[in-house]
């Protein structure tokens, strides 16, 4: 049964609450794709999506440092059926046979989606501490969104024919 967040009633341990499953769904995802990717062979993407996972899996336990610290083993009101894909990458993004630069634009896509989601989330809050942490929260997408840019310019183009143009259709058996 899917919930919705009140953004007007959070208080700052629902936010961080809220933020860490933001943080460990994303994880999950970019983990699923990159053991999508190594059963594809497609490595270069797969290294890129554990990457991506393990910067998801520092952001979010940085989160529950500051959230222990505040609020210390006080149980959680936040569920993962408040939410669906704020940061995660979409499921249909993945592809079989993913270049670098493809793997990078769906990352890329998803930090601007959390920073979207952030910055439509703060003109409803009300408590100044979640509305500090929504904030926060917000550059880091932003700095994050930077820091996928620069390895999308290290990159050169992808080849003009596209790899899942020369894939096989799956036949019945």
Known sequence: MSQTVDLTRLDLKDALDLAILIEDEARERYEEFAEQMEVHHTTDAAGFYRFMAQNEAKHGEEIAVRRKELFGDAPSRMSRSMLWGVEAPDYDQARAFMSPRRALEVALESEIKA???????????????????????????????????????????????????????????
């Not at 009300?126 to 969104?145: C, M, N, R, S, T």
């Open 115 to 173: 920073h979207a989601y952030f910055t439509a989330a703060i003109p409803s809050i009300l408590d100044p501490d979640v509305k500090a942490l929504f904030i926060e929260l917000q550059g880091d997408e932003v700095h994050h969104k930077e820091l996928v840019q620069a390895e999308l310019d290290k990159l050169p183009p992808d080849p003009e024919v596209d790899v899942e143009d020369l894939v096989d259709e799956p036949v019945g058996q």
